[in-house]
C-alpha cells in the first residue's frame, strides 16, 4: 500500500480589491432595471395618416360657389360667383384630393397627402422640413459619419504590420509563404538521392 502524503486543497473564494469592476456592474445593471421597471409610459400616439402638403386660395368671396374639376390632366376648382366663372388650378395631380375651408376670410383649397414617416425621418436627419414636425438630426448625423469615418481608420492602422514580419512579407510578395503557411528550408538542386544539393556534395565527399 503506497501512502498518499500530498496535501489536498479546498476551492476557496478569492476577495479583493479586484472585484470592484464586477461589483460596480451588477450595482448598474440593478439601478437601470428598477428605473425601467418603475417608469410609467402615457398612451401610445402614432403619426396623422394624411397632411396638408399644399394650400391655394381659390377666393376671397366665402360666398361662392366653389367646385372641383379635372381639366386638362390637373385638378381646378371652379368658382361660380356673382361676376362670373373663374378656374384656379390646384394640383397637377387630376386623381389629388382637396378639401375646402375657409380661413382669414378666404376660401382655401388643402391639398391632402398621405403622410410618408420615412420621409420625414429623410428630411429631419438634414434640419428641413417635413411631413411630420421632428427635431433635427443634423449633429447627430455627422457626429455618427465621424464616428464611423475614426473606427475605419483605425482598422485600417491596426491592420497594417510592422516591415519584416511574415504577414507583411505575405502581403508585399516578399517571402510570401506557399507550403500551407509553413517556412520551408531554402534548398539547392535536387540530386539523385531526393535530397538538396548540399546533402549529396556530403554524401559524395564521405564516399571519397
Known amino acids: 500500500m503506497v501512502d498518499d502524503d500530498r496535501e489536498t486543497s479546498t476551492p476557496s473564494l478569492d476577495l479583493g480589491s479586484h472585484l470592484a469592476p464586477g461589483l460596480v456592474a451588477v450595482a448598474l445593471f440593478v439601478v437601470m432595471a428598477a428605473v425601467f421597471v418603475g417608469a410609467s409610459f402615457g398612451t401610445a400616439a402614432g403619426f396623422e395618416a394624411y397632411h396638408v402638403a399644399d394650400n391655394v386660395t381659390v377666393t376671397s368671396d366665402t360666398s361662392a360657389n366653389v367646385s372641383m374639376a379635372v381639366e386638362g390632366g390637373a385638378t381646378v376648382a371652379v368658382v361660380n360667383g356673382t361676376d362670373g366663372s373663374e378656374t384656379v388650378s390646384v394640383s397637377d395631380d387630376p386623381n389629388a384630393n382637396v378639401s375646402l375651408v375657409e380661413q382669414n376670410g378666404e376660401l382655401i383649397a388643402q391639398v391632402v397627402e398621405p403622410t410618408s414617416v420615412t420621409a420625414s425621418l429623410g428630411y429631419a436627419m438634414f434640419n428641413l422640413d417635413g411631413h411630420i414636425d421632428a427635431e433635427g438630426f443634423l449633429v447627430a448625423f455627422e457626429l455618427i459619419d465621424i464616428v464611423l469615418v475614426a473606427a ?53 565527399e564521405g564516399d571519397d
Do not use: N, Q
Open 152 to 204: 475605419i481608420a483605425a482598422a485600417v492602422m491596426l491592420g497594417r504590420s510592422e516591415p519584416g514580419t511574415r504577414v507583411s512579407r505575405g502581403l508585399t510578395g516578399e517571402g510570401g509563404l506557399t507550403d500551407g503557411g509553413r517556412e520551408t528550408r531554402e534548398a539547392g538542386p535536387a540530386t539523385d538521392s531526393g535530397r538538396d544539393g548540399t546533402a549529396g556534395d556530403d554524401r559524395r
